[in-house]
Nanobody, 130 residues
Framework: QVQLVESGGGLVQPGGSLRLSCAAS????????IGWFRQAPGKEREGVSC????????NYVDSVKGRFTISRDNAKNTVYLQMNSLKPEDTAVYYC???????????????????????WGQGTQVTVSS
């Protein structure tokens, strides 16, 4: 069945970069949505970015615009989150999640609503620190 596996987290210095990967199985990325969420200690889970597989349309939360780029490789059933110019406030566990069997709209906040997502990965730790 549907499985999502994140990888690519680690420890980086402020200003550094990481690329997270979300490998999906059990469905193809076409006509589905993959979102990236993060949860920092003591904070609520927040949506970071999301992408619509059929056309690559993407949205970003304001705090990462211009620094993060989401992309997909449909042949590999994998979605990436390239994170540049990382800041300490980016420190969190990052999760990928999938919308399956629903309309694939990512506008009007739908891409950042946790309850819209059906499947979740295990999370990967990103730590930005000197």
């Amino acid at each position: 069945q549907v499985q999502l596996v994140e990888s690519g987290g680690g420890l980086v210095q402020p200003g550094g970069s990481l690329r997270l990967s979300c490998a999906a199985s059990g469905f193809t990325l076409n006509y589905y949505v993959i979102g990236w969420f993060r949860q920092a200690p003591g904070k609520e889970r927040e949506g970071v970015s999301c992408i619509r597989s059929r056309d690559g349309r993407a949205n970003y939360v304001d705090s990462v615009k211009g620094r993060f780029t989401i992309s997909r490789d449909n042949a590999k059933n994998t979605v990436y989150l390239q994170m540049n110019s990382l800041k300490p406030e980016d420190t969190a566990v990052y999760y990928c999640a999938a919308v399956v069997g629903k309309p694939d709209s990512i506008d009007y906040g739908l891409g950042f609503m946790s309850h819209r997502y059906d499947y979740w990965g295990q999370g990967t730790q990103v730590t930005v620190s000197s």
